[in-house]
Structures are given as C-alpha cells and as structure tokens.
C-alpha cells in the first residue's frame, strides 16, 4: 500500500513539496557526526502497522489489507512486506516492535514463540535488501487477558514463568536481527487497587525478573541495551515504573543501576505531571538515559494520546539536554505515536512521519547552535559560580562536617542576599534562539 510513494527526500527550508524533508538531511554533520546517527529515527510498527483507529467509544476506522481474514501467518507477511515499503518511503534508519505487532498469538505458548521465529526470519530476509535496521524488540506483556493482575507482577506463578519464555524469546529475535536494545514497558505491572495488593511482594517479583533479564542478555552475548520505560499510570491506577526517578530508585536497590537505562516517552512524562525535558534531564544526571520515544499529548485529555510531535519549544529543550548528556548512543528517537482515526490513507502515515522527523530535526539543530552560542550555558554556569570557590568545593566533597560550616559560617558572619534568577532574560534568550535562528 506504500510502494506507490517515492522516498521522501530533503528539499531544504524553502520547499513547498508537503512529502519533503525541509530540516532532516540524514549526512549533514553537527556536532561531528551525522544527523542520521545523532538522532537515529525509528518507525513503531505498532502504531505504524498494526493500529485500527478504535477508541473506547468507537470501533476501527483503518482498514488494511493485512487486517482481513485468512492464514495469519500470510496476513503477517504481507504486513511485513507493507512495513518495509512504509521504511523505504520514510528512508529512516531504524524500526521498532512488539511480538504481538508482527506475529500472530497461536493458541498456545509453544505455537506463538514458533511464529514469532518464523516471521523474525521473515524479517531477517527483508533486512538483507534494506537499509532499515533494528532499533529495539519488546514483547508484548499487558493486552491479553492473563496479564490483567500483572505480567511479572502477577500474582500468579505461571504468569511469570509465561513472561519468561516469551521475553526470553523476544531477546533471542532481536539480537538475531541486530537490534540494538531490548525495552521491557510494564504496561500492567502496577495495580488497580491496594485492596489486592501485596506490593512488596510484587516489587520484589519485578526485581527478580529484572535480574534475570539482565543475566540473559549476558548469557547469550547481546552487546545491546536494556531499557525500562517508564509510565505513572494507565492501564493500571499506579504502576512502579512511574518515573525517571522512580525507575533509578528500584535499579538501585536491585543493584542494577549499572545494568539498565530508560527509554523515555513525551506522553508518559506529562501523565506523570513532568515534562519530557525534565525526564530526560533526571535520566542524564543520574547517568541512565538510554533512548526516546517521541510523541506528545493533549493538554485537554487525561490519557495517553500518542500524537505526532508539533511542539518546537518543548522539543527543543529536550534535545538540548540530549546533547548535553552526551547523546543517546546505542538508542534513538522512535516516533511512538499515531495518525488519528480520521486520518486513515497510507498518506497521513507518511505526513505524519515527515512532520515528526523535521520537528525533531529542527529542535536538535537549534540546540546545537544553542550550545555552540554558548550565552545560555555561561547564565547557568555564572548562577552556580559560588560553588567552585574552595570553601563552596569544601562543603561539598564533605571535606567540612556540619559542625565545621556552621562555625564558619557564623566566623565569617555570612548574610546572603537574593539574587535574580534572570528567568525572563533566559527566556527571551531561548525564544528568539528557538523560533529564529539560521539552520
């Protein structure tokens, strides 16, 4: 259904062609290296190829030729083969998926991971003849109805030993392919109510798991990253993968700090009431950003809409503090979003994925001449230039107890007065930077 399209190209600034690129030119080096591989683009098969167009209060709107009856395996190869043309329209370098997007369920354990192989190989076919690769694998743990209670969460054996096998073989898939992470999304690994819940019980299941996880990856030599994706609700009332923070605090006391980082989404930060570029500052201070997906929501609604990016501002200062972590190394930014259920045609999906990839573009090159400016940093490095005098130094790498800075601190009769925090002129700083500057 997209073999019709001619791949997108990059046109420039001034072009009016809506199926161009105007920002995303894939080898223009920043920052010493290419776009290409500082932002790392990746297309989500599940929102991609798999989404219907149902809500909770309407059913699917999106018909595809693969969502019709027949032999599900054969229905999953031509979703495969559709997927691949959707790739080499867009011309990003990565994908992403879940088991469920691109392998039929099976009627039992055995069967399911036996298509999960056998499309995997389909895949790795298709791979020979494309420049689109692997960015992530996860398996699906939270839509069917044996993960309502929890997947390693569960209070029910079983479940966890089912979850196992199937992330076991969803790690095997996608270092077969070459990916580059593995993300586990705990989408019910929380709870409904307290009422039921042992939570103590459950955390340390979800550590347990976690570990074993871990093990396996070094088991079997993948070089790739495991990430958690954070979410502070939705499927469940509260899950224990709330936030950045959070997340650091359970890695910590499972000692896996070293082990995992965080895959963050735009949505799931502002359902947790923060912002993406909050997340991403807290995953880069505490060493532990590992990738993104990109989306946004809606302000006026409560839940997770996935919505393609549009946001300049906000994008902006998230790449910002990308850059300033260092980048996203072996992870990427995976558009975790959809077209709206009116937007049916292959040609919103490819709008939509344009639109994206340009906005991101746009706010990674205005952080970099944000950075190379260099006026904003030199605010923040002036507002904390105290704490590089010795005494400052002293306090802080615990050369002084409490007892000696209070005694200095009256010795020296210390009165300190408010000092601006120049909000405004940051702000005017960063606005004229963000919706001005020459790219």
């Not at 260099?374 to 007892?403: C, F, H, I, V």
């Amino acid at each position: 259904m997209f073999s019709k399209f001619e791949t997108v190209k990059y046109e420039g600034p001034s072009s009016e062609n809506a199926l161009a690129y105007q920002y995303y030119d894939a080898e223009r080096v920043v920052l010493g290296k290419p776009l290409k591989d500082h932002l790392r683009f990746a297309v989500a098969y599940w929102h991609s190829l798999a989404m219907n167009g149902s809500d909770p209060f309407g059913g699917p709107t999106i018909e595809r030729p693969w969502m019709g009856a027949g032999d599900p395996i054969a229905q999953a190869k031509v979703k495969a083969d559709a997927a691949f043309e959707l790739f080499r329209v867009l011309d990003l370098p990565f994908f992403c998926f879940h088991d469920a997007d691109v392998a039929p369920a099976g009627d039992t354990l055995a069967e399911g991971l036996k298509n999960l192989h056998v499309i995997a190989d389909y895949f790795a076919e298709k791979m020979e003849t494309s420049s689109t690769k692997l960015l992530w694998g996860t398996a699906n743990l939270f839509s069917h109805p044996r993960f309502m209670a929890g997947a390693s969460t569960n209070p029910d054996p079983d479940v966890f030993a089912w979850c196992a096998a199937t992330v076991k073989n969803c790690m095997d898939v996608t270092k077969k392919l070459g990916g580059s992470n593995y993300v586990l999304w705990g989408g019910r690994e929380g709870y409904e109510t307290l009422l039921n819940t042992n939570m103590k019980q459950e955390l340390e299941q979800m550590g347990r798991f976690l570990t074993l996880v871990v093990e396996y990856k070094h088991t079997i030599g993948f070089e790739g990253q495991i990430l958690i994706e954070p979410k502070p609700k939705e499927p469940t009332s509260h899950q224990y993968d709330f936030d950045a923070a959070t997340v650091y605090g359970f890695l910590k006391r499972f000692g896996l700090e070293n082990e995992v980082k965080l895959n963050l989404e735009a949505n799931h930060a502002t359902l947790a009431g923060h912002s993406f570029e909050h997340e991403i500052a807290t995953a880069g201070s505490l060493g532990v950003l590992g990738s993104l997906d990109i989306n946004r929501g809606d302000a006026l609604l409560g839940w997770d809409t996935d919505q393609f990016p549009n946001d300049l501002w906000t994008m902006t200062m998230s790449m910002y503090h990308v850059i300033k972590a260092g980048g996203l190394g072996k992870g990427g930014c995976n558009f975790d979003a959809k077209v709206r259920r009116q937007s049916f045609t292959a040609e919103d999906m490819i709008h939509a994925h344009v639109g994206g990839v340009d906005i991101c573009t746009r706010a990674f090159l205005t952080a970099a001449k944000l950075i190379e400016d260099g006026r904003y940093d030199a605010l923040l490095t002036e507002r904390y230039a105290g704490w590089s005098k010795p005494d400052a130094a002293a306090m802080l790498s615990g050369k002084m107890s409490l007892d000696e800075i209070a005694a200095k601190a009256l010795a020296d009769g210390i009165n300190p007065k408010p000092r601006s925090g120049k909000q405004e002129q940051i702000e005017n700083l960063l606005m004229r930077a963000i919706y001005s500057a020459k790219l």
